[in-house]
């Protein structure tokens, strides 16, 4: 049994096509799972999670983070007391989603199907870990710092202090939904490299076959 000219073209172009479709899928997930990596870090040392808006004298005014900056060369960044544990998840976040980015690296040693799974299963993990800070967060809104820089008034139930969240704290909810997203574009291009592998064991056992036949 022979297999028509046409129909083996038409296979090899399909096959070409769904690969080059993988790559340029695959290249943009790496430069956006790069681009937020970056993001992370500014996350994570920018004092803008909340602050004041609208204020008058003699109220405070400022903006509060997760770090307190210092002038020791060995505790330059030291968190807050109120929000070490969303300090801690923040950072385990930002080490899953850099580890992810080292991960590109094994595409020279390792299966794509395979790179592309460790990276989405890290990327979950960043993901989580940032949506556990950001719902922990508000819990910290009662601290003596947040005090000090809202009033005594502010509460995590209901925001009646002159302080609201900033920039930090809505990109890192927002890095929350890239994660999942990144996370959910590796495991389809994981799939998608298994089908290509599985398509092309089957045309090598097909070639096989028809050699052995002859």
Known sequence: MSVSPGLADLSRLYQTEFVRSARAVGVLWAVCTLCFAIIQVVILVQPSWIG???VQP??????LGLF?????AHDLLTPLPS???VAVLVGVSLWAVWTSVLCLCLFRFCSAATVYKICAWLQLTAGFCLALACLLFPDS???PEMKTLCGDSVRKEHHQSHCSVHWAYIL???????YAILATLAFVLANRQDALLFRQLKANNHAEQMENGL
């Open 83 to 85: 929000f070490q544990s």
């Open 68 to 72: 307190e900056v210092r002038n020791s």
């Open 52 to 54: 004041t808006s609208d």
């Open 172 to 178: 890192a909810i927002l890095g929350v939904l890239d």
């Open 58 to 63: 003699p109220l405070p005014s400022g903006t």
């Open 141 to 143: 809104w009662e601290s």
